[in-house]
């Protein structure tokens, strides 16, 4: 079984930045792809960003130049640097980690952007 828990949401006014973290654990050898999710009220769960094991990221359009992906493999914990935050970032964000063709969810963190 695999663990996943996120930290580092709260309340930042519009332009300020938070980081959140990612910890895996459990049955782990590898993990081929980490990502970050957000889903705002009434609206899907959209992708944020992905990593993969060997550092290659995408970003959606949205927040291209403003979140920075990255990820300690030996820690097996992924990181999201939000910088330049927006009220329209508002939303619950969770990570996913895929473990042997599994994807595993963690219970979300609340990222709330004042105006």
């Known amino acids: 079984q695999v663990q996943v828990v996120e930290s580092g949401g709260g309340l930042v006014q519009a332009g300020g930045s938070l980081r959140l973290s990612c910890a895996a654990s459990g049955s782990i050898f590898s993990i081929p792809g980490m990502g970050w999710y957000r889903q705002a009220p009434g609206k899907q769960r959209e992708l944020v960003a992905h990593?993969?094991?060997?550092?290659?990221?995408n970003y959606a359009d949205s927040v291209k130049g403003r979140f920075t992906i990255s990820r300690d493999n030996a820690k097996n914990t992924v990181y999201l640097q939000m910088n330049s935050l927006k009220p329209e970032d508002t939303a619950v964000y969770y990570c996913n980690v895929l473990v042997r063709s599994t994807l595993y969810w963690g219970q979300g963190t609340q990222v709330t952007v004042s105006s």
């Open positions: 990593i993969t094991s060997g550092g290659t990221t």
